[in-house]
Every structure is written in structure tokens, then in C-alpha cells.
């Protein structure tokens, strides 16, 4: 071997032990968790590695995962371990579930969402040469470096639509990942960077064990404890790290359903510590110098275990008033959850009479199925009232992208949001055809793929978890047969 290449050869071994080193935290723990809200589902699955894919290529499916892990309910199962954006498992008024989900999620938008098989696809009808500039807006497609890769893949599928908005979640298993784990936020600060109108939204848990059935008399001692300040370093951390990325102004939606039983951060066991913590939290990240970020109070909708509005912290710390609201419980009409007590119309009543903005960080289908109406109704709300973004969970059963069960809000989601732009269109768009490679596929690969879709590592072969950061650059899982000394291995 040439001097050169064994120095180029030296040069790769040390970027991979700098790699292996830097994420052996996280391998060492307990997997990624976040959390959700009311009769909720769980939030986005924790991250589960993945190897962002090419945009030309439909995103990869991956294993269904359990519910979002939500304090009390998953999005997609109801059970599901990935936080899922409008509840948590345990939530009982807006539960909404949870993608797939790698160690620990919940629903309103859990981290290991999986993307089912897409519906069928049909060209979406081209864009009204009227139809106005749609509000910022995106979709929660996965945890890590894939949902990155996913919002270039979704934006075509949608005949060229802006997607400005980046969402993904902090884990909430322990501290040292709500710092933001080493080389997590690296892609999606990357995402931000590369233009100017884009936003990098980030939710993020108050407490540590945030998705563990902690008591309410538990969670009343730690709130308390994080009023008197003693968490405040951790979330010094946060800031300086999302600073020294370049995302100085990620919007952080910290706490979210905060008035559900599903998280550990919840406020309802003591809404006054809530308050002082929150306002300990925002005081704390705004002090590190750089930063720019905005704080999202996001409830979610309806009253849940208490009332909403007895978690305010004030104006002072709240830049965005935003909700989390998935089509539940089963049998609410649309005009039920815009009217119902802590509903939509009170939420934007509510943002209106503190001079804020608002914002639909998670929102989605789910325990009224493939519901047309609702669909069409909430994109038109939306266009209406104009949040400052919004955020569709897209994993089953509330997604349209990446799930096939909801084939006709699909259709409606498509049509209605195909070649939306900064600016109206001034001719119609017409999006590419269902053939296109960069729209889901509707049967599954003819190739068989390199790992078993479940989730399940090959026979005699154990994977070894390193870490989201680490399997990006290595390009997927190290596995090792721990039988290779076998004579018939």
C-alpha cells in the first residue's frame, strides 16, 4: 500500500473512532424518548438512525413502531413508544398517535415515526393560477438525518411546494440529551443554514424520564425544584450548543401538552411551579449571547387533565402561542373541536387578546380514520387564521404522505397544498406524475431491502448501537455475529 493511501486509509479509521467516541453517551443509555399531550398519543418516536436518503428516491420504510411514546397513548397505535404531537398515551381529550418509533416516543410527533405504505398516487390536479401563498408550513417525517432528506422527497411529491418548516424533537429519556445529544442537531442546523426563509422547529422536554409514568406527586417535587432553578444549566447547554450550530433562531416548543397527563413536564399537578420553571427555562436560554429564539406555550386542544390557560406563563416569555390538535376523540365534528371549551376558536381568541401569533406544531387524522372533511377544513382554517407555521404529523394513522391508510385525505392534501409557494402562483403547476421516483411507492420494493423491514437484526448477528450521528457516516448499522468462532458459522 502506497504512503499515501495508508494515510488517507488512517485519516477514515480516525474520523470513524472519533465518531464511535463522540456518540458512546448515547449508546451507553437507554434509547431516544420524547413525549406527547392529552388522552394523547404518543409523541414522534425517538430517533432512530437512519441513512438520509438521496431526495430522487421515495423515503425508506421503517419498521412500524409502537405508538408514539406518549405519557398514556401513542399516535399510530395508540400505543406507540414514539412521542406523538397532539397527546400522549395517556392523554384522554386530543390524544394523538405516534409513528414507529425507536427506543422510547410518544405521539404529536414521535421520533421513530414509520413511514407506511403510501396510497395509491394520482397526479395532483395543478395549482390555481389564484390560489394564494400558503402560510410556512411542513411536516414532522422522522427524527433525524432521514426526516431532513424527506422534506426535499415531500416537497416534490407536492408538485414543487415551499416546505419551510423543519421539525424534530429532543429526546427525554435523560439531561444530558434535552442538552441536545452530540451530533443530533448537526443535519437539521445544516437544513436551516441553507436559506434564509426556512425554520427549524425544535420541541423540547422540560424534564428528564419524561415519558416514565412519574406520579404527580414526583412530577410536583421536580416542577418545584426546577422553579427554585435547579435545572437551569441544562437548558444553558441547549442554547449554547443550538448557538455555536448557527441556528441561533430555532423556535423552541418547549413543554408541549403540558396540559395532558402524558409527560413528566406536565403542569398540572402544580400549574404556579410550572409557570416559574418555564419562566426560569426561557430566562436562562435567552441569556447565552447569539441567541435569536422564539418560545412556542404549545397546549393541546381542549381542556385535557386542566385547563390550558391556567399554564400561561405571561407575555414575557412566550413568543408564540401555539396548539396541537389531532382529529379526536372519535365522533367530534369539525365545528365541535373549533367551538368545544379550549377549541380553536379559543385558542385563536386567546393568542389575539396577548398581541401573539400562533402556531399548529402537530396536526393530523386520527380516531375519526381517513376523514376527508376534517382534512379540507383544518388546511382552510388554517389559510384563514394564518399561524406563523404548521406542522403535519406524518406517520399512520394521522399522516398522508408516508401512510396508506388515509388514501382520500391524501388525495384532499395533495390537491390543496400541491405548488405552494412563497408567492402565488401566476401559472398552474402542475406536480409530477404518480410514476415520478420521488413519490412513495405503493407496493412494496421488488428488491429485497439490506435489513428486515421489522426492525429485527439478522440471525446470529448482533447490531451494535452507536448512535444516529455515527451511522450516518458509516452508512448504516455495524452488525457483528457473535458465533463467528463457530465451526459451522
Known sequence: MAPRQRRARSRRLAVVAAAVAASAALASGPGFAAGAGVARVADP???TPTVPAPPSTAPAPAAPEPAVPAPATTPAAEASPAPTPNESPTQTANQTPTPTETPGASVGASPGATPGASPAQTPAPSASPTKAAAPAFGAYLDYGARGVARIAELSAWLGGSDLRVGHTYLPGDRWQNIEGPAGFLDVWADWRREKDDRMLVLNVPMMERNEEGVSDAEVRRLLRQGADGEFDHH?????ERLVALKAPDTVIVLG??????????RCGPDPEAWKKYWNRIVTAMRAVPGQEFRFDFTPTRGKDAVAWTECYPGDDTVDIIGMDSYDQPSGLSFDEQVSE???????VDFARSHGKPISYPEWG????????????RMIAWM????PLYNTLTDYCPHGVWQ???????????????????????????????STDPTTPPTTEPTTPPTTDPTGEPPVNCTPMDLGDWVEYWLGGKLCIRL???SRNG
Open 483 to 485: 458465533d463467528w468462532w
Open 383 to 386: 389559510d384563514e387564521h394564518r
Open 45 to 47: 418516536p425517538a430517533p
Open 341 to 347: 371549551p379550549y377549541g380553536l376558536q379559543a385558542h
Open 256 to 265: 408541549w401538552e403540558m396540559n395532558g397527563i402524558t409527560y413528566t413536564h
Open 365 to 376: 387524522l386520527f380516531r375519526n380514520g381517513d376523514n376527508t372533511e376534517y382534512m379540507r
Open 403 to 433: 401512510c396508506g391508510q388515509n388514501p382520500r385525505s391524501s388525495e384532499v392534501y395533495r390537491s390543496l397544498l400541491s405548488g405552494r409557494t412563497d408567492e402565488p402562483a401566476t401559472e398552474p403547476t402542475t406536480p409530477a406524475p
Open 235 to 239: 437548558f444553558t447547554a441547549l442554547a
